[in-house]
């Protein structure tokens, strides 16, 4: 079965440093989705960025990189320049590519603070 | 402006009652998802629908219900079968088909139900 860990239940972090919040998956599919939502306290879940199994190239949006070692099976989401804002919950997901019912498996998510 | 909406904000529930959560798209998405979110946790799926007039469950389907008569509606109804339903309730919809990008799934702000 597929899973998601992630081990790091809350993270601190000071305003402008950079943050990595880690994520590993467990898959025998070789072709899969990987995603990272952000979860302010309003409760709306925000797409991120995702990475695709076979993408040569770790993605990136602005200011959020996906840091993809596929024979780690890790994904781990690097924040830089981290604002205030940023502080939320945030959540690895991953989709197998033959998962015809197109839903997600989620982890458990991560707490992360930002200081002043 | 496209997006998902979710109603009501906030629900209660009396004992013995079934409530309905509203969920309406207008990204014309193929896809649409229920999830629930317990305190302190990831997302579990309870439904889902991948085109209109049909829809499967998710892992904790039991005391819900589901209809999709429209692609852009998705009711949720919480039974009074459902004994825990105090819970955030989170829909999501995505484009379908193939390929990683068009199955990031997109959600609405939520629903908060609570048992009186």
């Known amino acids: 079965a597929q899973k998601i860990t992630q081990t790091q239940p809350g993270m601190f972090v000071q305003e402008k440093e950079a943050v990595t919040l880690d994520c590993t998956y467990d898959t025998s599919d070789p072709s899969y989705g990987l995603f990272w939502y952000k979860q302010p306290s309003s409760g709306e879940m925000i797409f991120l960025i995702y990475?695709?199994?076979?993408?040569?190239q770790n993605a990136t949006e602005g200011r959020y990189s996906l840091n993809f070692q596929k024979a780690r099976k890790s994904a781990n989401l690097v924040i830089s320049a981290s604002q205030l804002g940023d502080s939320a919950m945030y959540f690895c997901?991953?989709?197998?590519?033959?998962?015809?019912?197109?839903?997600?498996?989620f982890g458990p998510g991560t707490r992360l603070s930002v200081l002043p | 402006d496209g997006g998902i909406t979710q109603s009501p904000k906030y629900l209660f529930r009396k004992e013995g009652q079934n409530v309905t959560l509203s969920c309406e798209q207008n990204l014309n998405h193929d896809a649409m998802y229920w999830y629930r979110q317990d305190p302190g946790q990831g997302l579990r799926l309870i439904y889902y629908?991948?085109?209109?007039?049909?829809?499967q469950k998710g892992d904790i389907a039991e005391g819900y219900s589901v209809s999709r008569e429209k692609k852009e509606s998705f009711p949720l109804t919480v039974t009074s079968a459902q004994k825990n339903p105090t819970a955030f309730y989170l829909c999501a919809s995505s484009m379908g088909g193939g390929g990683y990008a068009k199955n990031i799934q997109y959600f609405g702000a939520g629903t908060r139900l609570s048992v009186l």
């Open positions: 629908s991948q085109i209109v007039n049909d829809f």
């Open positions: 997901a991953m989709r197998m590519d033959y998962n015809y019912g197109q839903n997600f498996v």
């Open positions: 990475q695709g199994s076979y993408d040569q």
